[in-house]
């Protein structure tokens, strides 16, 4: 079966530090993998999707970017956080273009 | 853009009784209506879904109804359980992107 895995699950930066969070997905081959911010108590921001390895696209304007350096890993980073970059970050993949099964989430806070 | 909005944001409902939300979309080009149910502090999950060449689909307590001549879609839950208390996302697909609703919090008193 497959398995989507996130880490690290909590995250306490500074403000004006780099980030790098990492999902994979195991049990499964040629995902689409996207990556979405849920600022508290509000819903899914789409931030970025890939339908293959190096293939990125971008859907909001940021100071975030993200990789997808293997089939089945996706890498979200930052070169340097704001403020409003806090959230829950999660992490999703469907083998097509229909369910999508999300990640356990890292819980950003910059402070 | 493509844009989904769903109504109430809030809604609270006696134990046994039914909850309906609503959502409307934009993207004519979608053609997959997921619902998810987050719990507090987890991620969403899936509950039910319904694509565009089917106007209704039930699952025991949990139905999905779609109009995509309105581009409207609900979710019904009937018999509400204390269990049911959570945020729900309504969702539409098009292509390779998913648009999330606002979401809906769904409390039921006991």
């Known amino acids: 079966s497959q398995t989507i895995h996130q880490w690290p699950a909590t995250l306490v930066q500074p403000v004006g530090s780099p980030l790098s969070l990492e999902c994979t997905v195991e049990g499964t081959s040629n995902p689409n993998l996207y990556w979405y911010r849920q600022a508290a108590g509000r819903g899914l921001q789409l931030l970025f999707y890939s339908v293959g390895i190096g293939q990125i696209s971008s859907e909001v304007p940021q100071n975030l970017s993200a990789s997808r350096p293997q089939d089945r890993q996706f890498i979200l980073s930052s070169k340097k956080l704001l403020l409003s970059d806090s959230g829950f970050y999660l992490c999703a993949w469907t083998p097509g273009t229909y369910e999508q099964y999300f990640g356990p989430g890292t819980r950003l806070t910059v402070t | 853009g493509e844009n989904v909005e769903q109504h109430p944001s809030t809604l609270s409902v006696q134990e046994g009784d039914s909850a309906v939300i609503k959502c409307t979309y934009s993207?004519?080009?979608?053609?997959?209506f997921p619902w998810y149910k987050q719990e507090l502090g987890k991620r969403p999950q899936l509950i039910i879904d319904i694509r565009s060449n089917v106007g209704e689909k039930k699952d025991q307590r949990i139905a999905v109804t779609l109009n995509k001549t309105a581009k409207h879609f609900s979710l019904h839950i009937t018999e509400t359980q204390p269990e049911d208390s959570a945020v729900y996302f309504c969702a539409a697909t098009g292509g390779f992107k998913t648009i999330f609703g606002a979401g809906t919090r769904l409390f039921v008193k006991a």
């Open positions: 993207d004519s080009a979608s053609n997959y």
